[in-house]
């Protein structure tokens, strides 16, 4: 695999007499050509060999446990270049969501400074760092996708499991959680009774046709003669990262009305709870809450109702504010660029109450957010259940209206396609339609 990296290194043209946006460009544009053109891995193979360079070759994957610094480690990429890739990284990628198993690549010249990084969460998406006059030049290249649409029907039967039943109707393994997690947030299945009936609708993204990239739950419907009927669709803002990207009635009711509010509008987690090492020190420590990577001066929100308890500075924290709920625990926002609140102040859920910053020690702009529970121990927030509304309104609800009525689209041609096999290993009939 070195050697497939090693032909994206060496490819990459020198530029001289244009100015340094002009170098980001063509390098962005050079890494996409090399990626699009990468017909095979033996014919890489074939066009990398007897290649020379002067850059050296690294690769390591991720092990259990491990988050990018400790893969960066192990490379032996200097202290001050793991910083760099970090934080060139961090405002693009889900550095938190590393699999055991993915690989990252690095070129180095003579001194050990890192010329290309390449890492790719999956065969279709790869993110690149090239080394500029500044710093690295970020890109990333999205390969072609097969999307499919595929609806299921069936009914609870004696003595089943809802998880069993999806299974039985077809639902892929890899989609039955996010299946049964949506109907459960509607329907009271204690409740349920035998002949009750669902309908699904699913769209996945593969790679190649046969590899598995990602799927979502385009449609959920469930019709109990005890429980009432019930739908759930998928709304999504023109960002993907919106906060707001869940599921709803069609009235735009979120399916889960206990809960705290997201803290920000877009979520981007660029480094999770728990043991890290830390990406100014290098030391291992326990990171006592998550972070979420936004720009300077985006609004920070209340994620619930209650009173304010600190807002002040320290080095360390830069801005921060606490606050104080209903349940006795406290959330913790830190490292911001303006305090909205005093101490004392009774807040709303979802109430503004700073900007997001980079005070104290931190390598640049996020929202730290660390939840106490009633013994002031910290605790994960992300095993807090998060909603951003619990109702969508103006514009929000007005675009899930007209992807209400897009989806019930899609369900019906869906439905109307011909039947084929669910997968190799059974022979379940379900209704596919590939749209590109």
Same mark, same amino acid.
């Given at each position: 695999?070195?050697?497939?990296?090693?032909?994206?290194?060496?490819?990459?043209?020198?530029?001289?007499?244009?100015?340094?946006?002009?170098?980001?460009?063509?390098?962005?544009?050079?890494?996409?050509?090399?990626?699009?053109?990468?017909?095979?891995?033996?014919?890489?193979?074939?066009?990398?060999?007897?290649?020379?360079?002067?850059?050296?070759?690294?690769?390591?994957?991720?092990?259990?446990?491990?988050? @990018?610094?400790?893969? &960066? #480690?192990?490379?032996? /990429?200097?202290?001050?270049?793991? $910083? +760099?890739?970090?934080?060139? *990284? !961090?405002?693009?990628?889900?550095?938190?969501?590393?699999?055991?198993?993915?690989?990252?690549?690095?070129?180095?010249?003579?001194?050990?400074?890192?010329?290309?990084?390449?890492?790719?969460?999956?065969?279709?998406?790869?993110?690149?760092?090239?080394?500029?006059?500044?710093?690295?030049?970020?890109?990333?290249?999205?390969?072609?996708?097969?999307?499919?649409?595929?609806?299921?029907?069936?009914?609870?039967?004696?003595?089943?499991? @809802?998880?069993?039943? &999806? #299974?039985?109707?077809? /639902?892929?393994?890899?989609?039955? $959680? +996010?299946?049964?997690?949506? *109907? !459960?947030?509607?329907?009271?299945?204690?409740?349920?009774?035998?002949?009750?009936?669902?309908?699904?609708?699913?769209?996945?993204?593969?790679?190649?046709?046969?590899?598995?990239?990602?799927?979502?739950?385009?449609?959920?419907?469930?019709?109990?003669?005890?429980?009432?009927?019930?739908?759930?669709?998928?709304?999504?803002?023109?960002?993907?990262?919106?906060?707001?990207?869940?599921?709803?009635?069609?009235?735009?009711?979120?399916?889960?009305?206990?809960? &705290?509010?997201?803290?920000?509008?877009?979520?981007?987690?660029?480094?999770?709870?728990?043991?890290?090492?830390?990406?100014?020190?290098?030391?291992?420590?326990?990171?006592?809450?998550?972070?979420?990577?936004?720009?300077?001066?985006?609004?920070?929100?209340?994620?619930?109702?209650?009173?304010?308890?600190?807002?002040?500075?320290?080095?360390?924290?830069?801005?921060?504010?606490?606050?104080?709920?209903?349940?006795?625990?406290?959330?913790?926002?830190?490292?911001?660029?303006?305090?909205?609140?005093?101490?004392?102040?009774?807040?709303?859920?979802?109430?503004?109450?700073?900007?997001?910053?980079?005070?104290?020690?931190?390598?640049?702009?996020?929202?730290?957010?660390?939840?106490?529970?009633?013994?002031?121990?910290?605790?994960?927030?992300?095993?807090?259940?998060?909603?951003?509304?619990?109702?969508?309104?103006?514009?929000?609800?007005?675009?899930?209206?007209?992807?209400?009525?897009?989806?019930?689209?899609?369900?019906?041609?869906?439905?109307?396609?011909?039947?084929?096999?669910?997968?190799?290993?059974?022979?379940?009939?379900?209704?596919?339609?590939?749209?590109?």
């Amino acid at each position: 695999m070195s050697k497939i990296f090693f032909l994206l290194c060496v490819a990459i043209v020198a530029f001289t007499g244009c100015n340094e946006q002009k170098k980001i460009d063509a390098l962005k544009q050079e890494n996409a050509k090399l990626e699009a053109t990468a017909d095979s891995l033996k014919a890489l193979i074939a066009k990398a060999h007897g290649e020379t360079s002067k850059w050296l070759v690294k690769n390591d994957t991720v092990r259990a446990g491990d988050g @990018l610094f400790q893969v &960066l #480690y192990r490379m032996n /990429i200097n202290e001050k270049e793991r $910083g +760099k890739i970090v934080i060139a *990284l !961090q405002d693009s990628v889900e550095l938190a969501a590393l699999r055991v198993g993915q690989v990252f690549y690095a070129a180095l010249d003579s001194a050990g400074d890192v010329q290309r990084f390449r890492y790719a969460p999956n065969p279709a998406t790869v993110h690149m760092l090239s080394k500029t006059d500044s710093g690295f030049a970020y890109s990333r290249i999205d390969k072609p996708v097969t999307v499919r649409q595929s609806a299921f029907e069936g009914s609870l039967e004696v003595g089943s499991t @809802l998880n069993g039943i &999806l #299974y039985k109707v077809g /639902i892929p393994g890899r989609m039955i $959680g +996010k299946v049964s997690g949506i *109907l !459960q947030c509607k329907v009271a299945f204690q409740l349920a009774r035998p002949g009750d009936k669902f309908r699904i609708l699913l769209e996945e993204k593969f790679y190649q046709d046969s590899i598995w990239i990602s799927g979502k739950v385009l449609y959920a419907e469930f019709n109990g003669h005890t429980v009432g009927h019930h739908e759930a669709f998928r709304y999504e803002d023109p960002d993907p990262k919106s906060t707001f990207n869940a599921h709803y009635t069609e009235k735009g009711e979120a399916l889960i009305y206990e809960g &705290l509010r997201y803290p920000l509008d877009r979520l981007h987690i660029t480094s999770p709870y728990g043991t890290r090492v830390h990406p100014i020190t290098g030391r291992t420590t326990v990171h006592h809450g998550i972070d979420y990577g936004s720009p300077k001066g985006s609004p920070v929100y209340a994620v619930a109702a209650g009173v304010v308890t600190v807002s002040g500075y320290d080095d360390l924290s830069g801005n921060k504010i606490a606050i104080r709920h209903r349940d006795n625990s406290e959330s913790w926002y830190m490292h911001l660029s303006v305090r909205g609140v005093n101490v004392g102040a009774k807040v709303a859920p979802r109430q503004v109450i700073g900007k997001v910053g980079s005070t104290g020690r931190s390598t640049g702009p996020h929202l730290h957010l660390g939840f106490k529970d009633a013994k002031r121990n910290w605790i994960n927030p992300a095993r807090k259940t998060m909603i951003a509304t619990p109702k969508l309104e103006g514009n929000r609800l007005a675009r899930l209206k007209k992807q209400v009525a897009d989806i019930r689209k899609e369900l019906e041609l869906t439905l109307a396609a011909p039947a084929v096999k669910a997968n190799d290993s059974t022979d379940v009939l379900v209704r596919m339609r590939v749209l590109k």
